[in-house]
């Protein structure tokens, strides 16, 4: 008996070869338009370098700076009497190009850590063995040296943290507060 009526065969279809390569192009053309439009977005606490010459020795300082966006910082987003990585982000790096003193103390040529312990009337600034991301990482076991500041008055506002090199100091300025240490040969 003759089949009457229409039939078709059912076969299985590969995907087309060159729809799947449109796919994978588009796909890795959203990638990397995601990625780069992350990469240009501005850090909130972008890095810095601090770097100057103190009786022939080079004193680089690497490191993030916060900015103050109306919050309490000394006493209050910075804590009196705590550890402080002293800046944002990665922990601040300090580097000596020959050896060196620090307020007086001696200290071997080499890249430390610099973490401080802020308080209203005096300031510890600690040099130490091992750069990690932040101060949660810190160990006083691995203390280079420590030494006692006085801190001042900024002579006005300061919004982002900053440090800098000026004459035979490090100094470092945030709000209303100024924190500087002596380097000698």
């Known amino acids: 008996m003759p089949f009457k009526g229409h039939f078709c065969i059912v076969t299985k279809r590969e995907p087309n070869s060159i729809n799947m390569i449109r796919i994978n192009?588009?796909?890795?053309?959203?990638?990397?338009?995601?990625?780069?439009?992350?990469?240009?977005?501005?850090?909130?606490?972008?890095?810095?370098?601090?770097?100057?010459k103190i009786d022939g020795i080079t004193v680089t300082v690497d490191y993030h700076q916060p900015s103050a966006k109306g919050r309490k910082i000394m006493g209050g987003l910075v804590p009196y009497g705590?550890?402080?990585?002293?800046?944002?982000?990665?922990?601040?790096?300090?580097?000596?190009?020959?050896?060196?003193?620090?307020?007086?103390?001696?200290?071997?040529?080499?890249?430390?850590?610099?973490?401080?312990i802020p308080g209203e009337n005096e300031w510890t600034i600690i040099i130490n063995k091992s750069i990690k991301w932040?101060?949660?990482?810190?160990?006083?076991?691995?203390?280079?040296?420590?030494?006692?500041?006085?801190?001042?008055k900024t002579d006005s506002f300061v919004e982002t943290f900053n440090i800098a090199v000026v004459g035979s100091?490090?100094?470092?300025k945030w709000e209303n507060t100024q924190v500087a240490f002596n380097i000698s040969k």
């Not at 990638?31 to 972008?46: D, E, G, I, W």
């Not at 002293?86 to 890249?111: L, P, R, V, W, Y």
């Not at 810190?138 to 030494?147: A, C, M, Q």
């Not at 100091?169 to 470092?172: L, R």
């Open 25 to 52: 192009v588009l796909l890795l053309f959203m990638a990397l338009v995601a990625t780069s439009a992350m990469a240009q977005k501005p850090m909130p606490s972008p890095p810095d370098k601090a770097e100057g």
């Open 134 to 152: 932040g101060s949660s990482s810190y160990s006083e076991g691995e203390d280079v040296l420590r030494v006692k500041v006085k801190p001042s």
């Open 169 to 172: 100091k490090v100094v470092m």
């Open 82 to 116: 705590e550890v402080w990585r002293t800046g944002a982000n990665a922990t601040t790096s300090i580097e000596f190009s020959a050896d060196a003193k620090i307020e007086g103390k001696a200290i071997a040529k080499g890249k430390y850590a610099l973490f401080t």
